[in-house]
Nanobody
Framework: QVPLVESGGGLVQAGASLRLSCATF????????TGWFRQAPGKEREFVAA???????HYADSVEGRFTISRDNAKNTVYLQMQSLKPDDTAVYYC????????????????????WGQGTQVTVSS
């Protein structure tokens, strides 16, 4: 098991920034592919961003250029820096992690992830 704990969500106005954190305790995230997903009310969970153990990244088109995923292996933490937030970004954001066959791999499908956090709410008002 890899317990994941998200933090950093909140209520902000459109145009603001937030930084989400995904941390694990007792295990290292440095060898895991890690991703962020989000789920808005009445919608399916959708991919947001992913990062490989070596730092390769991939983003959903809807957040490209506004969100940045990064990792601090010394802190066993993965971050999602969100800028220029829009009301459409309102959702519960989930962190996910999975071991990989290669340190250059990341995953963009929820089914590819083995471990999930409980989620953190992000609400963007207009």
């Amino acid at each position: 098991q890899v317990p994941l704990v998200e933090s950093g969500g909140g209520l902000v106005q459109a145009g603001a920034s937030l930084r989400l954190s995904c941390a694990t305790f007792g295990r290292t995230l440095s060898t895991y592919a890690t991703g962020w997903f989000r789920q808005a009310p009445g919608k399916e969970r959708e991919f947001v961003a992913a990062i490989s153990p070596t730092g390769l990244t991939h983003y959903a088109d809807s957040v490209e250029g506004r969100f940045t995923i990064s990792r601090d292996n010394a802190k066993n933490t993965v971050y999602l820096q969100m800028q220029s937030l829009k009301p459409d970004d309102t959702a519960v954001y989930y962190c996910a992690a999975s071991p990989t066959e290669s340190v250059t791999y990341y995953y963009i499908h929820a089914l590819e992830y083995d471990y999930w956090g409980q989620g953190t709410q992000v609400t963007v008002s207009s």
